[in-house]
């Protein structure tokens, strides 16, 4: 957290990766040190992305512990498994002193049970121990799975010259102070003041003359992405986490929201794009597969549906061949409407702000597609009717995409509404699932009317 | 910027928004306030989202212009448009004068040329009206458009106790303090101090003793799309921002980059499902329509592509119409991979953490690919082979379905990074426009791919 040694203009470069490389086969622990301490830890956490992993661990060996643990929560995740797996418990507890609590808890829930436990025996602070300990048994994704313990804590009683004695030492311990939290003799939050508030005040006034009652605060269970919310909703760099008695139990800095919000729209936009579970470019084609294949063999078994509705339209086929021509056409317009009204709902959910009924929703989608598809289908038309000069297939044609286009936006629009209510993300009918079922219903729509006006 | 008055459980109520209307209506401003006061104005402002615009003016001529400033920056931005209209230049001019600069800046932007002028001639404060006209003058996007002049500033030269005495006038114009920001006699940033490290200080401790050199900062015509990253990976709440010649200007704090990141997801995420301009579902159709219609006009081009490459294939037909009703699970197969690969690299560009070459990437997309497109391939020739009986037909459709799976990850992968080298947002290659394009190339390619297998 800190926010020295480092500008905006740091790159890296493979000249870079490779110099540490030397210094590291060479054993030239001075000049590496000299090198390193120039840079920032996520800086550093970047080049160790880019060696292997004895290399790596040689450096998270090689630093002291304060650089290192900091350096360790910005690894990439797979490869600060790898790296954790080359050190010793007691050498892993040694980091976790040096973190917050919230940063400890998370390192040690990405050990294996039994590591966990050794990892926590070997931390010699006794109420960091605790806390940890605390923090490890919230849902990842509450408020509590997010809270650090650090915080400035002062009770009503106390006069400002007191609480700046006080805090003083807390303030220590604390990265950063938002907010200096007031709470009574039962520990009960009453309160909030910000280090501004106790520096313009006067000595010897009372900090219950100087709170700022209702404060916002979350509770240990909230949903993490709710906590998000209001934090962005109302600009709060931090807020108090309680417990159901109102009891002060930590806090949520604006920083892991920031995080918390990047993974968030990565996620949705991955599972718009047909892609499951957090990977990214570097990862193992394995991995790869294992995130695309499943929708991709969605994809497959809807283009099965299609084909057997296709073959169950043959018999009209050597009449208007021409029909069949134009299935990609309409499978892509379905697919494409469906994405887009999909997208907007599943947008609008994630922000609260789709208001109205269901049904206002629906007729306004039907509206919007009967619009688009009515200047579709013209172009269409014209296109057909110039170049094949069959009048009545070109009417046939565009009429039945207007239908699949209208009936496209609907569901695009229902589906995700609908799994919202049954409280399934509805980022999962973007992408694929609404392409596929879209691509399937709209062309088994088409031939249909287009068979009804062609009278065959 | 305020933490008060309220707290997680805010909910906008349908019968809330009608108590609202009903004592507008009933001119009770007495107990409008009454009602109002008890909320945040990030909630009045959603209350103000669903009354009509009468009813919002009403409200915002009623209530004091400090929080009415705060309200204003938090509606919906086409009914703040309405609302500033129903305002003269002088009310306006008193919301921004309560505002800090980036705000007040911000909401004169949106006026027209005209009124702009009209309004800053009614601030009052002359200050302020310098600092908001010098902040009107940087481009949106760059720190400077994103900065704002309030800031909490030391001399090198002073005390710890005159600091102390010094900050507390600034700090009341301050709404949070992150730092103290540490000049030379020449304004140049020469680094940073903490409130926390001020009141761990000694009285008589010279800032220079104390100062943390080698801050992070921004330049003022930085892109604001790498400020966020910045502060982001570093974990900042706030970043100074020089000029040419390091003189302090201003300071970025991190609930804007908080909304700069949301918007940026945003706005991927509708790229990705083909619609442009930053709309969202509460919008008119009309506006909805101009986002979505040119995506649908591509996807029609695309049709008509794939039209006139099946009706090329015609003379095939007779023989192997089965052909033609695979042609939507190819087209199917080659838009689900061409956007997951082109995702995956537009999201790894957003990370910066797409490394190594061109090549390699290509390689790898290609084995990607191969994999999936094989495995794909197995079923689907089970299926034909089973249902259809004909060997070699299955054993056509099966292979070309590789070659066009192979292919579509090529360009998934080729285009967002050709894009993004021509420095082109990448974020438009994923969703219609690869699908579009490897719908034809798809196309062609399996009845090319098939045509030669089946030797026609």
Known sequence: MSEEKENIQFELTKELVGQVKQLIKANDDKELHKLLDEFHYADIAEILDEVNLDEATYVIKLLDSETTSDILT???????????????????????????????????????????????????????????????????DTAGGLMAKELVKVYETWTVAGCMRRIRGQAEEVTRVHSIYVVNKEEKLIGRLSLKDLIVAKNDQKISDLVKVNVDYVNVNDDVEDVAKVMAKYDLEAIPVLDDNEVLLGRITIDDIVDVLKEEAEKDYQLAAGITGDVDSDDSILELTRARLPWLFLGLVGGI???????????????????????????AMAGNVGVQSSAIIVQGLANDDVKGSVNNRLIKEMLLAALNGVILAVFLFLFVWVTKGEINTAFAISVSLVAVIIVAGLIGTFVPLFLDKRGIDPAIATGPFITTSNDILGILLYFWIAKMILGI
Request: glycine letters at 2%; proline letters at 2%; aromatic letters at 8%.
């Open 74 to 140: 910005e690894l990439d995740e797979d490869i600060r498994e790898r790296v954790l797996k080359n050190l010793s418990a007691k050498e892993i507890a040694e980091e976790v002193e040096e973190l917050d609590t919230d940063d400890a808890a998370d390192i040690i829930l990405e050990l294996p049970e039994e590591r966990q436990e050794a990892v926590i025996s070997h931390i010699e602070d006794q109420e960091h121990k605790a806390e940890i300990t605390e923090l490890l048994a919230y849902d990842e």
């Open 305 to 331: 549906g299609a084909f057997l509705i296709m073959e169950g339209f043959q018999d009209t086929f050597n009449k208007y061949a021409v029909l069949f021509f134009f299935t990609p056409l309409i499978a």
